[in-house]
C-alpha cells in the first residue's frame, strides 16, 4: 500500500507542478494569471501530496514484551497482558486486538489487501501473545 500511495503523491505533484508551469501562458480573457497563482498551485499539489503520503503512516511492531500500533492518528504501546485476542476475521479490512477491557484496537498496518504478508503477520502476533501467556505474564 505505502508504494501505491507513494506513487499517488508523486502524480498528484507532478500534475499540480505541471499546471502552475503552464498556468501563465494560458488566460481566460477576463483573468490573467500571475506568478502568485503559479506558486500557490504548486503548494496545493505539495500539501494534497503530503496528506497522501500521510495515509501511508500506519505500522505495526511487536516484541515479546508489547506491541506497538501506529494507525493514521496516534501511537498506542500496548503491552502482551491487556491483549485478549488477536482477531483477523474472514471479511475484516485489517486486523485488530482484542483488549482486556473490551475495547478493540484495529491495526492498519495489517490489511487483507496485503494477502499472505497479512496472514503470517497475524500469526506471528498470535505466537507472541501465547509466548507471553506461557511465560506467566498474565
Known amino acids: ?11 498528484v505533484i507532478g500534475v499540480m507542478i505541471t499546471v502552475s ?3 501563465k501562458t494560458s488566460t481566460t480573457g ?4 500571475r506568478t502568485s497563482d503559479q506558486v500557490a498551485t504548486m503548494g496545493i499539489g505539495l500539501l494534497l501530496g503530503g496528506a497522501i503520503l500521510y495515509c501511508a ?29 488477536v482477531r483477523f476475521d474472514e471479511h475484516s479490512p485489517w486486523a485488530s486486538l482484542l483488549l482486556s477491557d473490551e475495547d478493540e484496537m484495529s491495526v492498519l498496518a495489517v490489511q487483507a ?26
Not at 477576463?30 to 494569471?33: D, G, L
Not at 505495526?60 to 485476542?85: C, L, Y
Request: proline share 3%; net charge positive; aromatic share 6%.
Open 113 to 138: 489487501a496485503d494477502g499472505e504478508r497479512a496472514v503470517r503477520a497475524v500469526e506471528g502476533m498470535r505466537a507472541l501473545l501465547a509466548a507471553s501467556r506461557v511465560d506467566g505474564v498474565v
Open 21 to 23: 508551469v503552464l498556468l
Open 30 to 33: 477576463v483573468v490573467a494569471f
Open 1 to 11: 500500500m505505502r508504494i501505491w500511495f507513494g506513487l499517488g503523491a508523486a502524480v
Open 57 to 85: 503512516r500506519p505500522r505495526m511492531t511487536a516484541d515479546a514484551d508489547a506491541v506497538t500500533v501506529r494507525n493514521i492518528v496516534g501511537t498506542h504501546v500496548v503491552p502482551w497482558e491487556h491483549v485478549r485476542a
